[in-house]
T-cell receptor, first 113, second 117 residues
């Protein structure tokens, strides 16, 4: 079955460490997105990519980095520069131009310890 | 910049009754798309309903329907015959119809709906 896989489901990080969240899709979607979810703030866009080897900053990109070397994969690195990284992270993809909404992954809960 | 506002952080409804969740948005564009997503306790985001701004007819999906008022920039969700499984966080979202905007979804803050037996 086609879908988006995020791993791991739960992730713990020590302060000062970088950590990478995985996002893989087999839907043949062109566009992929990373969102951060905090209580009371909805989902905020971190980075997005419309095509392989190209990506753009979203509203809260500081302290994060991404790559898009393959159509299927869009990993997110949370760097030590991100001051408050504890959050729920959601990855999504969409078939560009069709605009039928997103397919979401099941999310990764990152906790800084 | 577009914004989406959900003014009801929490709502509750009795099983089998009807509830309406409010959403307003701000944009200067004429072509765009609006969505309602559901996030149950599992935290999996599920698309509930979608509306194209150029369509005057309100979208309907089974027990879910919207009241789209383009001039007022309002997009409310009505859930009829509420069921316990409707208990979830509901997000309203906006997407520009302009291609170079990247298909980004802009979300509201969410409304937490509890359906009580």
């Amino acid at each position: 079955d086609g879908g988006i896989t995020q791993s791991p489901k739960y992730l713990f990080r020590k302060e000062g460490q970088n950590v990478t969240l995985s996002c893989e899709q087999n839907l043949n979607h062109d566009a992929m997105y990373w969102y951060r979810q905090d209580p009371g703030q909805g989902l905020r866009l971190i980075y997005y990519s419309q095509i392989v080897n190209d990506f753009q900053k979203g509203d809260i990109a500081e302290g994060y980095s991404v790559s898009r070397e393959k159509k299927e994969s869009f990993p997110l690195t949370v760097t030590s520069a991100q001051k408050n990284p504890t959050a729920f992270y959601l990855c999504a993809s969409s078939m560009d131009r069709v605009l039928k909404g997103y397919t979401f992954g099941s999310g990764t809960r990152l906790t800084v310890v | 910049a577009q914004t989406v506002t959900q003014s009801q952080p929490e709502m509750s409804v009795q099983e089998a009754e009807t509830v309406t969740l409010s959403c307003t948005y701000d944009t200067s564009e004429s072509n765009y798309y609006l969505f309602w997503y559901k996030q149950p306790p599992s935290r999996q985001m599920i698309l509930v309903i979608r509306q194209e701004a150029y369509k005057q007819q309100n979208a309907t999906e089974n027990r879910f329907s919207v009241n789209f008022q383009k001039a007022a920039k309002s997009f409310s969700l009505k859930i009829s015959d509420s069921q316990l499984g409707d208990t979830a966080m509901y997000f309203c979202a906006f997407m520009s119809g302009i291609y170079n905007q990247g298909g980004k979804l802009i979300f509201g803050q969410g409304t937490e709906l509890s359906v009580k037996p």
